[in-house]
């Protein structure tokens, strides 16, 4: 899948980067109503709601509860679909284990294309190992591209791939 690394993609994406919010502003104060855990409706349109909260700077708020809705369901799902899933406890755990313990989990494929598709990160992806050396000649390790295991597994069978054919 082909990368659009043009400027004006990036400075489109850029230009709209809260969307479907107007400004920072806004998402700030829909994160604030709904994270860790959503407020109440009634709590949500007092403080996100522009002239039911005095402290909102005009521009900044929402104009009515059903607007702030709106914006929040047009947030597009990143990295695939959350699903439930649940582990059991063992026949030898012990007795103060729960039986059942819930988590919730995406597609890592999924999240992967959505961080490979987003020409925003894309300038700093690295996708060949690179060795890395700093002035006295000393090999610097940071990152897994600047490891040996990714050489290893990379290059280096290109090299005996060559040796041989």
């Known amino acids: 899948m082909p990368l659009p690394n043009t400027a ?10 809260y969307w479907p919010f107007d400004n920072q502003a806004q ?22 709601v522009e002239g039911r ?10 104009t009515n509860l059903a ?11 990143k990295g695939g679909q959350w699903r439930q899933g649940f582990v059991t406890r ?33 300038p700093n992806m690295t996708w060949s190992p690179k060795k890395l050396y700093n002035a006295d000649r000393t090999r610097l390790y940071g990152e897994l591209w600047s490891g040996d295991w990714w050489w290893n597994k990379q290059v ?3 090299k005996i791939g060559l040796m041989y054919s």
């Open 27 to 48: 998402w700030e104060l829909a994160y604030w109503a709904m994270f860790p855990k959503p407020l109440s409706a009634r709590r949500i349109r007092d403080g996100v």
């Open 156 to 158: 280096f069978p290109l």
């Open 53 to 62: 909260a005095s402290w909102i700077r005009e521009g900044c708020g929402f």
């Open 90 to 122: 063992g026949v030898d755990a012990a007795s103060w284990q729960p039986a059942q313990v819930e988590f919730w989990k995406r597609d890592a494929l999924e999240v992967l294309k959505d961080m490979v598709g987003d020409v925003r990160v894309a």
């Open 67 to 77: 607007d702030f809705k709106r914006r929040c369901a047009a947030i597009p799902a």
């Open 8 to 17: 004006d993609a990036t400075d489109a994406l850029t230009a709209h980067i």
